[in-house]
């Protein structure tokens, strides 16, 4: 059974392992530095769908589908399912991964949503009440400004602090293997907020809480970034990152290089002009799948904080003035059962 580590961390005593995972994407997610990384790669951006929304159901059916296929199990074998995503009452969720009849809870974290689903997917795992589970998210590119902002069509100016939400989706299935990654603890967030209200600005917003959650996890753990192979965050851009780097210095932490967002992994924001990175539950997702869990799977990296940030806002908390609620859930992932992490 999982014990606690300090205030905050859970350490995970059998160390569910990732059996399969896939990652979905779209013609710009393609052209990004890890395009080439994708299990699939659509073209059509509706994907077959008569809308946005109901395109970014088909991303999650069809990435889910693929982490089974690649774990070669079916859907049968899965004990629960969570999944998630930025649309009202999460319906791209409910819509896409319907037909697979797997016991079914929906989350809501914003962009931190692929940490949430995976810490409870793990817990599931961990605890004895399922054998296999899965996390499943995404966004999309389309479906997100006609919520968030204003329908492509109105062709509305992007500000220099703005990110570019990933038409993408990703899929994990932990259960218990004698192979890596395995989840060895983890850290669920509190909300955090410094009065931002930006909404053209969630890499300032989403900052103290990824800086809270990750000094709570060293506190905790009596670590470091130096023990750490990537500290990787989903999805600060490059705002947010350099923030993140400023309230760790501040708190006696420098990243020293360890750390890296998946919003500045997924696309080239200078050539793809993406303003200040990317974001979107399914970047961060995308990114673990597609590039990070391949990686540590092949050896190249041994240790990895992964950590997603979400931004807990509405379109009607931001119309009526609120400030923008941040979390961040970090996922400590290891190709070791045991042993304290070495500095590197």
């Known amino acids: 059974m999982p014990t606690h580590t300090g205030n905050y961390t859970i350490t995970m005593e059998r160390c569910p392992s990732l059996l ?73 969720s409910h819509y896409g991964l319907r037909e697979l009849g797997i016991p079914f809870m929906g989350l809501y974290g914003a962009c931190s949503t692929m940490s949430q689903g995976l810490i409870l997917a793990a817990m599931m795992v961990e605890g004895g009440f399922a054998g296999k589970s899965m996390a499943v998210t995404s966004s999309h590119f389309c479906s997100a400004e006609r919520q968030y902002r204003f329908p492509l069509e109105y062709g509305g100016t992007r500000t220099p602090t703005a990110q570019w939400t990933a038409t993408a989706a990703g899929a994990v299935i932990v259960g218990e293997s004698p192979s890596p990654p395995y989840v060895r603890s ?44 990537v500290i990787l965050t989903g999805d600060l851009g490059e705002i947010g990152g350099t923030l993140l780097a400023q309230l760790m210095e501040r708190d006696g932490y420098k990243l020293n290089g360890k750390h ?34 391949p990686r540590m799977r092949a050896g190249k990296i041994n240790e990895v904080l992964f ?13 009526q003035g609120q400030d923008i609620p941040g979390i961040a859930h970090l996922v400590h992932l290891s190709t070791k059962k045991s042993g304290r992490p070495e500095v590197s």
Do not use: H
């Open 20 to 92: 399969g995972f896939a990652a979905v994407g779209s013609k710009k997610e393609a052209d990004g530095p890890i395009g080439n990384n994708f299990d699939i790669i659509s073209s059509d951006a509706l994907f077959g769908q008569k809308s946005w929304e109901l395109a970014e159901g088909q991303m999650q059916k069809v990435a889910a589908e693929k982490a089974l296929s690649k774990a070669s199990l079916s859907p049968g074998d899965i004990g629960m399912l969570f999944a998630g995503d930025l649309l009202n009452q999460i319906t791209a």
């Open 186 to 229: 983890v850290c669920i967030g509190s909300i955090e907020n410094k009065d931002v209200k930006d909404l053209s600005n969630m890499g300032a917003a989403m900052a103290p809480a990824a800086a809270l959650t990750l000094g709570r996890f060293f506190k905790d753990t009596c670590t470091g970034p130096d023990n750490y192979d």
């Open 260 to 293: 890296a967002d998946c919003g500045l992994i997924l696309f080239d924001k200078e050539a793809q002009d993406t303003g200040a990175g990317g974001s979107g539950c399914g970047c961060a997702a995308a990114v673990l799948c597609a590039y990070l869990l």
């Open 307 to 319: 950590m997603a940030t979400g931004a807990l806002m509405s379109p009607t908390s931001v119309q």
